[in-house]
Antibody
Framework: EVQLVESGGGLVQPGGSLRLSCAAS????????MSWVRQAPGKGLEWVSS????????KYADSVKGRLTISRDNSKNTLYLQMNSLRAEDTAVYYC???????????????WGQGTLVTVSS | QTVVTQEPSFSVSPGGTVTLTCGLS?????????PSWYQQTPGQAPRTLIY???SRSSGVPDRFSGSILGNKAALTITGAQADDESVYYC??????????FGGGTKLTVL
């Protein structure tokens, strides 16, 4: 059974930093692209970032480029999101999501974690 | 900036059929955008329903179907049930690893 368990959320001051983690199990972690998707309170879903199976390729939404960094440790089956220079508008539940990528067949999010809440406030 | 558009809200009677759509602020949606659909109930993580326009995710009942209607992607729910009351999001793949979510449609079953 695929499981994605996020941790590391909490309250941080504007301009501060936080690192989110996502422990994956139930599948061959290194064989899949992974993503972070966030949801501000009462708002819709927003794709944040994706990383390929080896960690060599990363993608970012314009709203977070240069401040958030996605990475992974395949030896630990763990996905990370390093969040720097945080702003109030980064307040959201952050979901760890497995992203299915096939150049000719599909591009979609198939398994979702339960999310971890990040609150940026003084 | 590409905007993916969805109806903000929709209602359907129990047992009825409803079609939600997913469009682009500029241009038409085709299968080349690999549209996918997700269902989210309050306080829960999203659930994957449809991918690649019309493929159902594992365990999703065949009451849910996807298609292209005109210049939009569409999610049709037939025989609506009370627990279908949720927010439904579409996602379009823009290429180069970029996915864009629509704003979501809140479906009420009453």
């Amino acid at each position: 059974e695929v499981q994605l368990v996020e941790s590391g959320g909490g309250l941080v001051q504007p301009g501060g930093s936080l690192r989110l983690s996502c422990a994956a199990s139930g599948f061959t972690f290194s064989g899949y692209w992974m993503s972070w998707v966030r949801q501000a309170p009462g708002k819709g879903l927003e794709w944040v970032s994706s990383i390929n199976g080896t960690g060599a390729v990363t993608k970012y939404a314009d709203s977070v480029k240069g401040r958030l960094t996605i990475s992974r440790d395949n030896s630990k089956n763990t996905l990370y999101l390093q969040m720097n220079s945080l702003r109030a508008e980064d307040t959201a539940v952050y979901y760890c999501v497995r992203w299915r990528y096939s150049s000719t067949l599909w591009y979609y999010f198939d398994y979702w974690g339960q999310g971890t809440l990040v609150t940026v406030s003084s | 900036q590409t905007v993916v558009t969805q109806e903000p809200s929709f209602s359907v009677s129990p047992g009825g059929t409803v079609t939600l759509t997913c469009g682009l602020s500029s241009g038409s949606v085709s299968t080349s955008y690999y549209p996918s659909w997700y269902q989210q109930t309050p306080g829960q993580a999203p659930r994957t329903l449809i991918y690649s326009t019309n493929s159902r995710s594992s365990g999703v009942p065949d009451r849910f179907s996807g298609s292209i209607l005109g210049n939009k992607a569409a999610l049709t729910i037939t025989g609506a049930q009370a627990d279908d009351e949720s927010v439904y999001y579409c996602v379009l793949y823009m290429g180069s690893g970029i996915s864009v979510f629509g704003g979501g449609t809140k479906l009420t079953v009453l």
